[in-house]
């Protein structure tokens, strides 16, 4: 299976996660294995757990590195990296690397229902298991799915968008990208649609909520830094402000010491930082990347290293 996905800020990424030859890696959204790959060309007797919970993705890799001795690949979602690795009796790793999203395959590939570019069934489910946004979008009240919308997408006409789809699924229901497409642009105002597609936001929201993203970040990302080694590193990879923030205030957290107020002459409360920064601000594509590949425009690399 050809599973085509450019990995973004590649270089950055790879040198970013300090590798050590005989240290254990995990690529917990492993995609096509384009960091994986960069990871494991540094390997020498070390590990490399590449996780990912589309099978599409799972079988793309598996074939991929069917004759590397330091890969392993595992099925399932990162934010459950700790159970996954427990099962292979491994419990702590020299650095995670998180590229949050959708996949270029994913989007590509017309009949996973990601995309408003092609009609497919309305689906964007990235495990292939579970709820579609079909089902969302046909059965969650004016209020759920206005809140999924406007949250997830940041979309200020939201509920002009969740009147439409409401009107047109007592008529049938909305099951197509297409379809839902049509309602958002038939919902925004004629400015609106000259700025770009008006269903982009409305289909990220939907694909947030699908897969439950913001809250597999969340915990993810505590997984991750748990089973980190002293001088582990963790990059993670963003595209939107929603993932980005999460990221931001998390790290920060790590990076907080002492929380005493000001005025205390000494520290009582004895907090100490637990990692430390290795990107002051995010890392973004360079000219190069961006004439590559459009879809590294909004992408956020931000790494540190646990203390």
Not at 156 to 176: C, G, L, N
Not at 188 to 206: D, N
Not at 240 to 249: A, C, N, Y
Not at 272 to 286: G, Q, S
Request: aromatic content about 6%.
């Amino acid at each position: 299976m050809n599973f085509s996905h450019i990995p973004v800020l590649l270089t950055e990424t790879i040198d970013g996660l300090n590798i050590k030859p005989d240290g254990i890696y995990v690529d917990g959204t492993a995609g096509g294995g384009g960091h994986s790959y960069e990871i494991l060309k540094r390997l020498t007797s070390g590990k490399l757990y590449s996780i990912d919970q589309d099978p599409d993705a799972v079988a793309a890799v598996t074939e991929r590195f069917k004759n590397e001795p330091n890969s392993i690949i595992l099925k399932g979602n990162f934010s459950n990296m700790k159970e996954l690795l427990e099962e292979k009796q491994v419990y702590s790793v020299d650095g995670v690397l998180l590229d949050i999203g959708v996949s270029s395959h994913q989007l590509d590939t017309a009949e996973r229902g990601f995309s408003f570019h092609e009609d497919a069934p309305l689906d964007m489910r990235m495990s292939q298991e579970g709820l579609t946004a079909a089902d969302l979008v046909n059965s969650l009240s004016y209020e759920e799915l206005t809140k999924i919308i406007f949250t997830y997408g940041e979309e200020k006409y939201a509920s002009s968008i969740v009147k439409a789809i409401i009107k047109q699924r007592e008529i049938k229901p909305v099951t197509t990208t297409f379809e839902l497409a049509e309602i958002i642009k038939n919902s925004v105002p004629q400015k609106v649609r000259r700025e770009g597609h008006p269903a982009r936001k409305t289909f990220q929201a939907l694909r947030i909520a699908v897969n439950h993203e913001l809250d597999a970040l969340e915990k993810g990302l505590n997984e991750a830094f748990e089973i980190l080694n002293p001088e582990g590193r963790l990059a993670v990879i963003t595209f939107h402000s929603l993932e980005d923030r999460i990221v931001k205030q998390k790290m920060a957290e790590w990076f907080k010491g002492c929380i005493c107020p000001k005025d205390f002459p000494v520290c009582v409360c004895g907090n100490k930082p637990k990692a430390k920064a290795i990107t002051r601000k995010p890392i973004t594509a360079n000219s190069l990347e961006l004439d590559k590949n459009l879809r590294s425009r909004s992408a956020k690399l931000r790494i540190c290293e646990k203390i």
